[in-house]
């Protein structure tokens, strides 16, 4: 059966609503009456009661590492160096240990973050010379398996660089000619010691293969927004508008604020995205800035409980409320950007054109017993219900 309505819910927290799901999909949300929350007449298709909950567009995370984690194992005590090679180094070393990329836990930390409501990932996989693309066929076959209804966009991600590692550049060629979504790079400046270098083979390839281009951008002050006017530049010059993005960008957090809206005006004007992981080390970005240049930012979780560091439990909506608390954020309109930017906002970032309650959106959504936005994202109560196309997949009935 095909139709579903979803009665008596509170669509952003306003009027009692159903809403209404043909074929996985929003058809209609119409304000229920007294009369049909008090009598549920028949309508045709499944109903699923509401109970007058809270309803949001699920979660969207913009920036997982969904083939890094160990999550389900034993506990693995971090024991690599400091800074971003540090890591690099340590993960390479140990992850053969520890079966990574390993199945199995990919299943559990995907399951987790369901549970919590996150149905669309962008997922940056490694590819590098020690596995290959074995990671993107393991990130697939685990969301597969969780729930053919989830939607995954995947980068085929260097994370041990690109032209210092020969090889590197015909992997991420191979990855994209097998269909990642994007491909991404990692600090051209700092790790390859190359910007222009990388840079120029990145977007060849991206052009070449017709792919998105996503890169981790750790540089901070005038190196990072150096490398912020490559990548405009370039996006420019390939006509790549809409389909670059700029993983962390710590940079545009901590130049003087001239240089902030420069960089900003040359992000809208180029059509680059970004997305943040709402770091508490980091210099917080300009979202007020961004939002007004309408340049997409989305929010994601990086890595979780992987050979990076153990933090991170895969909750969207208590990291939205994380990156409120390091804006300052406080006001009602605030508040709500801040569920805004880990739903709706992300909606190009998993290649959908909608994601929200709203007619011709895909139907995934999430429930909860909060009284409105504000007090969901400051709160980050447990989620009574997740749906995946119409499906309940999490809380009662589900199947
Ligand atoms: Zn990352």
């Given amino acids: 059966m095909s139709r579903i309505v979803l009665r008596n819910v509170r669509p952003w927290g306003g009027d009692a609503s159903d809403i209404h799901v043909d074929n996985g999909s929003i058809v209609a949300v119409e304000r229920a009456s007294a009369t049909t929350v008090a009598q549920a007449p028949d309508v045709r298709g499944e109903v699923v009661d509401g109970r007058g909950l809270l309803a949001i567009p699920s979660f969207v995370n913009a920036h997982a590492h969904l083939d890094k984690s160990w999550w389900g194992k034993p506990w693995v005590s971090y024991a690599g160096e400091s800074g971003t090679q540090g890591r690099i180094a340590h993960e390479r070393a140990h992850r053969g240990e520890l079966g990574i990329p390993d199945l199995e836990s990919t299943v559990a930390l995907v399951r987790e973050l369901v549970r919590t409501g996150t149905t669309a990932f962008r997922s940056h996989v490694d590819v590098d010379l020690g596995v290959g693309l074995d990671g993107i066929q393991v990130v697939r076959e685990a969301v597969a398996a969780v729930d053919p209804g989830l939607a995954l966009t995947v980068v085929a991600f260097p994370q041990d660089g690109v032209l210092r590692r020969p090889g590197v550049l015909d992997l991420l060629d191979r990855a994209a000619a097998e269909g990642a979504d994007l491909v991404g790079g990692l600090d051209p400046a700092s790790i390859d010691r190359d910007p222009v270098g990388q840079l120029d083979a990145l977007f060849d390839l991206a052009e070449r293969r017709g792919v998105g281009l996503d890169i981790h951008l750790h540089d901070s002050g005038e190196l990072g927004a150096f490398q912020f006017e490559l990548i405009v530049e370039r996006t420019k010059a390939t006509g790549m508008s809409g389909r670059v993005t700029i993983a962390h960008g710590f940079a545009l957090g901590d130049v003087p604020p001239a240089r902030q809206r420069d960089l900003v005006e040359r992000l809208a004007d180029a059509g680059v995205s970004l997305t943040t992981v709402a770091p508490i080390t980091a210099s917080p970005l300009p979202l007020d800035m961004l939002r007004n240049a309408g340049v997409p930012v989305g929010l994601g979780t990086d890595g979780i409980r992987d050979l990076w560091g153990p ?65 969901a994202v400051t709160r980050a109560p447990s989620r009574d219900t997740v749906i995946v196309g119409g499906r309940v997949v999490v809380g009662p009935g589900a199947r």
């Fill in 311 to 375: 933090f991170g439990d895969g909750d969207m909506l208590r990291l939205a409320g994380t990156l409120a608390r390091l804006s300052g954020w406080r006001y009602d309109e605030d508040l709500r950007s801040a569920v805004e930017i880990a739903t709706c906002a992300g909606a190009g970032f998993v290649g959908r054109t909608a994601h929200d309650l709203a007619p011709g959106a895909p139907a995934d959504m999430v429930l909860l017993d909060a009284e409105n936005l504000q007090d």
